[in-house]
């Protein structure tokens, strides 16, 4: 156990937030049996969560060269590690899986990545998942510019009517699959509705003896409206409905995580400091498991139950803990830092 006060600047709900989020992403990347329940309800809002979380920790900057050089340092550099990285792995799978592909096939991931993970006739995603970290330098270029200007926050507005609106249309009719556009318009508003909720102070930051009964409450609502929607094949009633349940969802997670806020632990502080390395690692790490797996069971396609998948999510993150503390002692660059002073 830590002290409450033992890391300076640290917001311990918000840490615990994070650990868990990034623990969802992992189950949500996880091979499961089809009709899943649980993953198909945290698929829907787990991405949201990290990007409201994300926008509730973004400070109010202006965009400028320093600003540029710390989205450089946070965002850009290493969604081209977490690439490189990744690349060897890829080939090692696709040499296993398509041995007779030609040289152009091992190609197309570079270019996938230059490309931000774009599918096209010449390109392919490479580590998918690093999508999370363009569209939020996107974000947060957006934010930082509209920032400087009086008329910035109709700018914010319209640009949120815009991804509601275009996020919808494309969940019915799949203009693009690419995972940039889709998950910036999916995503962009919540980023904002975390940043507002700490800008205006929306959102409760100590606990309170109510926080139990809105989780309840909330994750109530949510599942029902869930189970509601899957059901309903109506554009507009898609439309309120995801956002009802990821709202209700994303307000019932913050009120579980500051009911665990007296509770003080390295590793979740660790796993929260280092969510960045397990969004780059965690694909690789899942698609080595599978294999291990499929060759031990001696089957192709592998899925597994829903409880077995929370183990494994659980295990990854778990495993990526001494990880992240090698990390952030000699190579913090691969944490989003420029320096060991952190």
């Keep these: 156990m830590m002290e409450p006060n033992a890391v300076a600047n640290r917001i311990n709900w918000i840490d615990w937030a994070k650990a868990i989020a990034i623990t969802f992403v992992v189950f949500g990347h996880t091979p499961e049996e089809r009709g899943s329940f649980l993953l198909n309800f945290i698929v829907m809002f787990h991405m949201p969560l990290f990007f409201f979380i994300s926008g509730y920790l973004t400070k109010k900057e202006y965009f400028n060269k320093e600003t540029f050089k710390k989205y450089t340092h946070t965002l850009i550099i290493p969604y081209f590690i977490y690439n490189i990285i990744t690349y060897p792995f890829w080939v090692f799978r696709h040499i296993i899986e398509s041995p007779n592909d030609g040289w152009l096939e091992f190609v197309k991931p570079i270019l996938g990545t230059i490309f931000i993970q774009q599918t096209t006739f010449c390109s392919k995603p490479l580590n998918g998942v690093t999508w999370f970290l363009v569209a939020l330098l996107i974000m947060k270029i957006i934010l930082s510019f509209c920032n400087k200007y009086e008329f910035g926050k109709y700018i914010l507005f319209i640009v949120s009517v815009i991804c509601i609106i275009s996020y919808i249309y494309n969940e019915f009719y799949k203009f693009t699959t ?19 909720c700490k800008r205006r102070e929306y959102l409760p930051t100590t606990y309170h003896k109510s926080d139990g009964i809105i989780f309840i409450l909330c994750f109530t609502i949510s599942i029902l409206f869930y189970n509601f929607n899957r059901n309903n094949f109506s554009l507009s009633t898609y439309g309120y409905l995801f956002w ?12 579980l995580c500051r009911i665990l806020d007296h509770i003080h632990t390295k590793f979740i502080l660790t796993i929260s400091i280092g969510t960045i390395v397990i969004m780059g690692l965690h694909g690789t790490v899942i698609t080595i498991t599978n294999l291990i797996f499929s060759k031990l069971l001696n089957v192709s396609g592998i899925t597994y139950p829903w409880y077995v998948a929370v183990l494994i999510s659980i295990a990854i993150v778990i495993i990526f803990y001494p990880v992240i503390i090698l990390f952030k002692k000699k190579y913090p660059i691969m944490l989003g830092k420029n320096s060991l002073n952190f």
């Design 178 to 196: 690419d995972l940039v556009p889709i998950g910036f318009a999916k995503c962009m508003p919540f980023y904002l509705i975390g940043y507002l």
């Design 244 to 255: 009802t349940i990821c709202i209700f969802a994303i307000w019932g997670f913050f009120c």
